[in-house]
């Protein structure tokens, strides 16, 4: 992890925690994945052949899937601000 993407990672954190410390909550990982996600596709729109890399990504969506589901189930008010906030389509 480079000194870019460990800033970038605080600064998600800091955009979506729900308290000081807060790294933990289903806003922050949803929003973590979430970037990392579109990293890697734009990442893999020059290297088209990196598969190591897209099986590593595959593993990742349905963890970000569970975590929405989760959300939803708990508090469907926190679910629509998450999906507005990081621009989801669902």
Known sequence: MTDDTS???K???AEHATGNNDSGSPEV???ILSER?????EHFKTHVKDNHSRRGMISWCPSARGLLD???AKDA???EA???KLGLRR
């Open 82 to 84: 998450i999906i507005s």
């Open 29 to 31: 990982q949803i929003a």
């Open 7 to 9: 800033e970038r990672k």
């Open 37 to 41: 996600i579109s990293n890697l596709t």
């Open 77 to 79: 008010k926190r679910y």
């Open 11 to 13: 600064q998600v954190i």
């Open 70 to 72: 989760y959300v939803k």
